[in-house]
């Protein structure tokens, strides 16, 4: 034992130990080191070492999901948490430590989080730890394994019932799902505003979430990473972006805030139609030509309206009061329309 340390520190070593600091407590207080500690209390004065502290906890939490609360928090789980052999963990980002909170009070887990730092001090993240085995083992039971990443399943309906599949569905959201705006222009140059909202987990999972989506109307598609065992589940379509962010939202007491703000800012602007597109298109070569022109003619110009579609497009146009055409004989027994903008 080094020299530096005398009787009178080690019976602070000692009074703080009676009183319940932990080793890594002592030695920063007494500016010492955590071996030091520990070989003066186990090794010299013969202080049996204290097993991991049990902290209550509803063991029965998850035992059935019969409220929007535990489906969600087992979605938030399935993607999220992590079963280790002896407890459950969840560690979230220093921005969601009162998500981490939350989710303490509602399992009614005794004691505090634990917040991890930084070498500069930077508050890095936030963890809860669960002891139990009844705890463990309901959450096993309910399909939230131990090493689930390639290999988790959609929970059957006798797990999750179907009335509460939406907020099992917000929870994995919340857990490993995103949404995001997309910006992008249109072959003539127009602005396109969209947004978009994906969801990742194991190929299975997605395939039966992508099912279950469609039960309530909802669209999405699925793209897989090249031999990762992963997919990834998106929803563009407008009316089904729309139907997802209800789906989910509805009736939603417990989300993560950050999340549903973000969904409810996108727009979520329906992506120009084709048929639109070569509308403006046409317009605005009749517009730039200021003279008239046939319909091969604005067909060449465009280079994508389709000579069979510009027909109909000239014929709205007309009717907007947009364009006018001129009726023009070539011989004894034809003629061509000629069209101009107003």
Known sequence: MPAQINEELLNAVV????????????????SISSSTVWKYL??????KQKGPKTLKVDQNYFKIINTAQKAYWLGFLYADGCVLKECVTLNLGALDESHVE???KHIKREGSIKRYYLKDGTHKSSIISVSGKIFRGNLINKGCT????FTLKFPSDQIVPNKLISHFI???????GSVWQNHSVSRHGSPLISAES????????????????????IISNIKKRKSSGISILSVKRCKSLIDFRDFLYKNAKVFLKRKKDKFFSVKIGKPISNQKVHRILTLDILNRAKTEMSAKQLVIKSKIIPYQRLN??????????????????LHERSFEYLYSSI
């Open 42 to 47: 186990h090794e010299i004065k013969g202080f």
């Open 102 to 104: 939350l989710f303490r």
């Open 146 to 149: 131990m090493r689930k990443t």
């Open 198 to 217: 994906s969801i990742t987990s194991s190929d299975s999972f997605i395939l039966s979430l992508q099912a279950k989506l469609l039960e309530f109307g």
């Open 312 to 329: 109909s497009v000239l014929n709205k146009l007309i009717i907007e009061g947009k364009v006018k055409r001129r009726k023009v004989p």
């Open 15 to 30: 009074k703080l130990y009676k009183q319940g600091c932990r080793h890594c407590d002592i030695a920063r207080k007494m």
């Open 170 to 176: 917000r929870g994995y959201f919340d857990g490993d």
